[in-house]
């Protein structure tokens, strides 16, 4: 009875490693994992010393047992593959080779690269699909029974690997190819770039007065005292800067002394022209001597007079710095200040001339405030410039102004920002290649 037990013990080995060879690859996620199981672990139920699996699908050698890759270019891999190919045309079954089956020439090929004995096994599906081929070689002859065990886990393998190949078709049936994947981005792509969007450009903006009275110098001097403070309120009439007068007092003194000589010598000639008739051919000159005093003097009282400069109407003095200005040299005509009303201010935009679009008188402006990022401004523009100049950034840009829609305590002369201008719409496409199509018009002279 034990001898028994015994002889049976190897058998259920074998029928045990059968059963998990099987369970393993049902078990296989992907081909390539099933294929590497096939040529490495069926040499846990027969023994062998290469195994190779033949992909009758594709005409050629999937993998090979102790290999993670087959070179298809290789000189066995090509003459051998013409092998298989032969005998998967003659619709071979299980069979076993020797070199001796084959003609003269590849009996050489066979001694060079395979041992002496070599097992055909087909992978077929009771249907009568064959999808693969393991091929089995030994240096001893295949017995019976271990074709018929054989037999049994290639029924197994070959179940298992239609069963992944439909998993990958109804995984990726319902996906559509790459090309139609890339027509469809390309035709998705064009719709966008046709999509009709507003043209905007961002540009530097600042606060500034609208229509202010300007504060000029008079005369050509040196400014003594600067009267009031940067934003100081102010109202009409009150006096905001001193010109140093001393010397317009020197000369005034000295043209006082003049008129009240040549006033004093008039007089005396009209006294002596009483007597003396000779004393009133005289006096015509001294009277014309006396007037051209009188003149100088009254001129030299009205520039002192205008030595103090006051404001001509109510308002904010703008100007930078009160110390900037003190003993500065000043020609006539020079602006010193501005006087604004702090409620009627408007914005001046500095836009590029590389940034600039089409604008219309009346399009819509944002301002962002750099003190206020998070809210904006509304405007509408009034006037564009004609022409660029070169802004203290040294950038050449286009002046524009523009009107604020509502009143906001908010805006104050001074405050800085970007402004946000609104164009005429066009497409996507010619939105984002703007700048490129300008570039290449100039290097084309289109």
Request: hydrophobic share 45%; with cysteine; charged share 25%.
């Amino acid at each position: 009875m034990s001898q028994t037990v015994s002889e049976q013990e190897p058998r259920l080995a074998l029928l045990a490693e059968l059963l998990q060879l099987q369970s393993r690859a049902r078990a296989r996620e992907t081909q390539d994992e099933l294929a590497f199981l096939i040529v490495n672990d069926t040499h846990n139920l027969v023994k062998y010393r290469q195994a190779l699996l033949w992909d009758c699908e594709k005409q050629r050698l999937r993998t090979a047992s102790g290999l993670a890759s087959i070179d298809d270019n290789a000189p066995f891999c090509i003459e051998f593959s013409r092998l298989c190919r032969q005998w998967q045309q003659e619709g071979r079954q299980t069979q076993s080779l020797r070199w001796q089956d084959l003609p003269v020439n590849d009996q050489l090929l066979w001694q060079a690269y395979l041992p002496e004995f070599l097992l055909w096994l087909p992978l077929r599906r009771p249907q009568g699909e064959t999808p693969l081929v393991l091929i089995l070689a030994r240096d001893r002859a295949w017995q019976p029974a271990e074709q018929v065990l054989l037999e049994k886990l290639a029924d197994a393998y070959s179940h298992a690997w239609i069963g992944l190949r439909k998993n990958r078709r109804v995984n990726t049936g319902g996906r559509p190819n790459r090309r139609r994947l890339m027509l469809a981005g390309a035709i998705a792509l064009l719709l966008v770039m046709l999509f009709p969007v507003r043209q905007s450009v961002l540009a530097p903006a600042e606060i500034v007065a609208y229509r202010p009275v300007m504060v000029r110098a008079p005369v050509a001097g040196v400014v003594d005292d600067i009267l009031v403070r940067p934003n100081q309120q102010i109202a009409a009439n009150q006096p905001l800067v001193r010109l140093d007068a001393r010397e317009l007092e020197n000369r005034l003194e000295s043209a006082r002394q003049a008129f009240a000589s040549a006033d004093a010598q008039y007089r005396q000639a009209q006294q002596q022209a009483l007597f003396d008739a000779n004393s009133k051919a005289s006096l015509v000159v001294l009277q014309s001597r006396r007037e051209q005093a009188q003149s100088d003097m009254d001129f030299l009282q009205r520039q002192l007079a205008r030595m103090q400069l006051v404001s001509p109407r109510d308002g904010v003095a703008i100007f930078d710095d009160a110390s900037d200005w003190i003993g500065r040299s000043v020609a006539i005509g020079e602006r010193i200040m501005m006087i604004a009303d702090p409620h009627d201010v408007e914005l001046e935009i500095q836009l590029p001339a590389a940034d600039a679009i089409a604008l219309e008188k009346g399009a819509d402006v944002r301002l962002f405030l750099n003190v206020a990022p998070n809210s904006a401004q509304s405007a509408r523009l009034e006037h564009i410039g004609y022409r660029s100049a070169l802004t203290p950034d040294n950038i050449m840009a286009y002046r524009l102004r523009a009107r604020f829609t509502q009143d906001d305590p908010q805006l104050r002369v001074g405050l800085k920002g970007t402004a946000k201008l609104y164009g005429q719409r066009t497409v996507l496409f010619v939105y984002l290649l703007r700048k490129p199509l300008a570039t290449l018009r100039v290097w084309l002279g289109v």
